[in-house]
Each structure stands twice: as C-alpha cells, then as structure tokens.
C-alpha cells in the first residue's frame, strides 16, 4: 500500500503542469516596473509636487501587495531561478518605502532640525529592519518589527499638516520599534485564506480613497476623507497585535506544556 502510495504521488507530480522556462522573469519585471514609479515619484518631490508623488508610492504598494501572487502563479524558482525575488522585492521596496517617503519628508519641511539626522536615523533602522534573518516569518504571517511603511506615515503626516515636533516623535518612536521584536500581519502571507481576502478587499478601498484624498485641494472635505481612509490602517494595527499576543500566548501554552 505505501509503495502504491509514493505511485500515485510520483504520477501527480509527474502529470503537474512545470511552468515554461524563463516564464518567472515576468514576474521579475513586474517587480522591478516599481522602480519606474519610484523615479517618477523622486522627480515629483524634487519638484515639490508632494501630492503625486505620494500617489505613485500608493501604486507602489498595489506593485508590492500583487507581485508575490504573479510570482508563486509562475513559480520563480523553477522558472526564473537565476534572480532571487525576494532580494529583488526587497531592494524596490526599500527605495519606494523607506528612501523616497523620507526625501519626501526632507523636502516638505516636516521634521524638525537637524532634518536629515532625524531621517537617516529612520533610514538606518529600516536597512537593519530589512537585514534581520527572521524580518518575515512567512509561515505565520508576520514582519518581525515595524514593516517601514513610511510612504503610510509620511503620506498622513504631509495631509494632516501636522507639527514639525509631532512629526518627529513619530519617526523617532516607529524607527524604534523597527528593531523592537513586536509582529505586525504580513497580508500576503497570511495562513487564513479569508483574512488574507478581508485584506485585499481593506487595503483596495484603503488605496482608493487615500488616493482621493490626495488629489482633492486642501479643505475640510480632504480632512474628512483623509481621517475615513485611516479606518484601515487602525484595523490593520488592531488586527496586528491581537494575532500577535495570541500566537505567543499560544507559544507560551505549547512550551509550559
């Protein structure tokens, strides 16, 4: 029976469809189309036109939430191995994440001075956050610190016109938990197929009215959309650190017993 079994494994596998060869650069290419955004959006800031700049690293994260997806549909291992994708995703995602929302944040006058010790302070944090051999613990759906979603924070802070001394103390203190051991959700590697959807569907509408937000002038009706698209943002950090106090209190039972 265990011979007839291995058998049947070795038939299924054998009659699975192998992807084409070099197919997985697609994926790859799609992944690094980032990189046009991100000049786009560096030469948006340099020019002072903050609010587009700020759509382009929107369209950042829709590259950034959908490639993983292309990727496994393609299966880059097999098909692409000769690039390692998620060196590659990391490198995009640390010019559109963490170097243009801060340039960003430079150039609008949001920190206080010394500005640019404020900024590589957050930027130094995030090149270790990045580094870290457990970042992402795939498996269970987490980013080991905070993920360096400063295009988020950076984008809140330039809309609400916040103080210079509040802005501040908000890089500093999230620079600090970049190397603090607390979990945030990795959405696209969440074990629940149906939160990894409620997700999606948060983070689509999130994109659209945070869009919205920054292309309307500024007024109250921009205020106002831009306070309802941090619905998402609040759940997702809701969401984040119950998943995280439950696994450990999980990890605790499993070890005490």
């Not at 070099?22 to 948006?44: E, N």
């Not at 905070?146 to 950076?154: G, L, M, Q, R, T």
Request: hydrophobic content about 55%.
């Amino acid at each position: 029976m265990v011979s007839d079994a291995v058998g049947d494994a070795a038939g299924i596998a054998h009659t699975r469809p192998l992807p084409r060869r070099g197919v997985g650069y697609l994926a790859h290419a799609y992944t690094a189309s980032g990189l046009l955004l991100v000049v786009f959006a560096t030469h948006l800031v340099l020019q002072e036109r903050y609010a587009l700049a700020l759509v382009a690293l929107v369209l950042c994260i829709v590259i950034d939430s959908t490639d993983g997806v292309l990727a496994r549909r393609l299966q880059v291992k097999q098909s692409a191995n000769r690039i390692d994708g998620r060196r590659l995703d990391d490198i995009v995602d640390f010019l559109s994440f963490v170097f243009v929302p801060l340039l960003l944040a430079l150039r609008a006058g949001l920190l206080l001075e010394p500005a640019g010790a404020v900024a590589a302070i957050a930027m130094v944090a995030s090149v270790f956050g990045f580094s870290r051999v457990d970042a992402k613990q795939d498996e269970k759906g987490f980013f080991v610190g905070f993920p360096s979603y400063w295009n988020v924070v950076v984008g809140y802070l330039w809309l609400f016109e916040t103080p210079k001394l509040f802005n501040t103390v908000v890089i500093l203190a999230l620079a600090v938990l970049v190397l603090v051991p607390v979990r945030f959700l990795y959405l696209t590697h969440l074990p629940n197929r149906k939160d990894r959807r409620r997700h999606y569907l948060m983070g689509a509408i999130w994109g659209v009215v945070s869009v919205v937000a920054l292309l309307t002038a500024p007024g109250t009706t921009r205020d106002i959309i831009a306070i309802a698209s941090l619905a998402y943002p609040a759940y997702y950090m809701y969401c984040s650190v119950r998943s995280d106090l439950a696994d450990r209190r999980m990890q605790g039972r499993a070890d005490a017993g």
